[in-house]
Structures are given as C-alpha cells and as structure tokens.
C-alpha cells in the first residue's frame, strides 16, 4: 500500500483556502444565474403592468412594487439587469450562459452602446481579456470620447505605475 503524504499546516490551510474560494465562485455563478431570471421576471412583470395585480391597486406604481422589502433590489439594480435582459439576450440574442462570466458593468457598456449583436459579440469577447483601463478605452473609442492617449488634457498630471507583484506605486515619467 502506498504511503500518503502528510501535509503540512501551511499546505493543508492552502488546500482549504482554495475549496473555499471554489464554493465562492460557485455560489456566484449560482447568484449571476438566478439574477438574470429574476431580471426576466422584472421585465414580465414591467411590460405587463404586473405591479398593479400583484399590489392589487390599479392606482398603484412600479415604484411601489420595487419598494415591497422581499424584493431585495435597488432600483437602479432593476432597471440595469432589465436593460441587460432586453438588449443582450432579447434583442441581440446572447444566450444566458455567456452573460455570466462578464463582469456586470462591462455588460452594461455593451447594452448602453452597441448597436448591433455582431459589434455586441465583439465587445463581449473584449470584456473577458481586457484590463479594465484597456477597457475604458474601448468603451471611449466606441463612444467617440478621448482615450488615455488621445486626451489633450495632460499638462499637469503625475503619472503612477503599480508593481504587479507588490503593489507599490512610483512616480514615472511620461
């Protein structure tokens, strides 16, 4: 019978650490999952003017509904997974699955700015890859607003560049 390596403290408290950040992102695909459906529902419930069945109230607003404490949403949380819900999977298409490993605010630049699903599709695959100041400039080059290196505004700014190992900043040149 094979001999089974004793772990050290340092190596059993990394193997626990990366099952507890596997539940992590698990639980946060399962979240993304069931806030796009609730997102549909939102839009079910919006088009159809559903807030007034359910608050039994013809008199009664959207508002109202959002304010109901189960709802456990903003407004603001609301209107952006509805416009994210109609534009991306409605309008353009995307199946639900590739609307879960974006970040949330690239998803929303998408929606707000494309104007097709080929260019969405494009932009999509961007939000994967870039880091989120290359990001910005894309997101600036789509809307027709400066980027980093076409700004005019550069007289007087201090420049930074951060180790990417141990997150100190000196002040560099340009």
Not at 73 to 85: F, I, N, Q, S
Not at 127 to 142: V, Y
Request: hydrophobic residues 35%; contains cysteine.
């Amino acid at each position: 019978m094979p001999k089974v390596k004793q772990l050290t403290v340092e190596e059993r408290k990394g193997e626990d650490m990366f099952a507890l950040w596997k539940e992590l992102i698990d639980n946060v695909g399962v979240v993304r999952e069931k806030t796009i459906r609730n997102a549909e529902i939102f839009t079910n419930i919006y088009e159809h003017q559903g807030w007034k069945d359910i608050l039994g109230d013809e008199d009664s607003q959207w508002s109202g509904l959002l304010a109901q404490v189960e709802t456990h949403y903003t407004r603001a949380e609301v209107a952006r997974w509805m416009l994210l819900w109609r534009t991306l999977h409605i309008e353009f298409g995307f199946l639900l699955e590739d609307l879960f490993k974006i970040p949330v605010t690239r998803l929303e630049n998408i929606a707000k700015y494309c104007k097709d699903s080929v260019e969405a599709k494009h932009y999509m695959d961007l939000a994967e890859s870039l880091s989120p100041q290359e990001w910005r400039d894309e997101i600036a080059k789509l809307r027709g607003k400066p980027t980093r290196e076409t700004c005019k505004h550069d007289k007087g700014f201090v420049h930074y560049a951060q180790c990417p190992i141990c997150s100190d900043k000196k002040q560099v040149e340009k």
